[in-house]
Antibody, heavy 122, light 108 residues
Framework: QITLKESGPTLVKPTQTLTLTCTFS??????????VGWIRQPPGKALDWLAH???????RYSPSLKNRLTITKDTSKNQVVLRMTNVDPADTGTYYC??????????????WGQGTMVTVSS | SYVVTQSPSVSVAPGKTARITCGGN??????VHWCQQKPGQAPMVVIY???DRPSGIPERFSGSNSGNTATLTISRVEAGDEADYYC???????????FGGGTKLTVL
């Protein structure tokens, strides 16, 4: 069974750095083609892709947030970590991690975590 | 960066067919995936790669993709299908995963 679970602070102050961890089981990020990504959803708004990392350490970032995000993986711990610097109240929302699965040179999120709510407020 | 568009809302009576569309330039050349998100829950994939259903998803859910429009079709709509639906595509030129803005399905 494949599961992913997000963890991190529920409350962060403006200008601080937010660190979120995705801990997964049922697959390995040493498997060719697989990846893990982060998606956020402000309250009442749409899903917004943030970043993802593949088995070969290829990392991609949302153009609008690229300068503030860093994604890393620890294959020994089955974890993917997302760091977001200089947070703002506009970063408030639910943060999801999800597995990326390939087929024919295309990729899709297939299994999602339950999400973690983060509030940015002083 | 590639852009996909969805209508904000679709309404349908129980037992009827709902069609939710996702538009993009030559989207028929890409694979489109659909997620369902019920209030307070995480998204769940209901259609992969244009038309494949994950195990456990009813046959009432189907997908198609051609030209500039991909379509999620829900037959014999039930009250439990009321949710937000998001399309997702892989933009090979940038290596980014793109979401549509979501469509709220209301069952009348």
């Amino acid at each position: 069974q494949i599961t992913l679970k997000e963890s991190g602070p529920t409350l962060v102050k403006p200008t601080q750095t937010l660190t979120l961890t995705c801990t997964f089981s049922g697959f390995s990020l040493t498997t060719s083609g697989l990846g893990v990504g982060w998606i956020r959803q402000p309250p009442g708004k749409a899903l917004d892709w943030l970043a993802h990392i593949f088995w070969n350490d290829d990392q991609r970032y949302s153009p609008s947030l690229k300068n503030r995000l860093t994604i890393t993986k620890d294959t020994s711990k089955n974890q993917v970590v997302l760091r977001m610097t200089n947070v703002d109240p506009a970063d408030t929302g639910t943060y999801y991690c999800a597995r990326i699965r390939p087929r024919d040179s295309e990729y899709a999120f297939d299994i999602w975590g339950q999400g973690t709510m983060v509030t940015v407020s002083s | 960066s590639y852009v996909v568009t969805q209508s904000p809302s679709v309404s349908v009576a129980p037992g009827k067919t709902a069609r939710i569309t996702c538009g993009g330039n030559s989207i028929g050349l890409k694979s489109v995936h659909w997620c369902q998100q019920k209030p307070g829950q995480a998204p769940m994939v209901v259609i992969y790669y244009d038309s494949d259903r994950p195990s456990g998803i009813p046959e009432r859910f189907s997908g198609s993709n051609s030209g500039n429009t991909a379509t999620l079709t829900i037959s014999r709509v039930e009250a439990g299908d009321e949710a937000d639906y998001y399309c997702q595509v892989w933009d090979g030129s940038s290596g980014h995963l793109i979401f549509g803005g979501g469509t709220k399905l209301t069952v009348l």
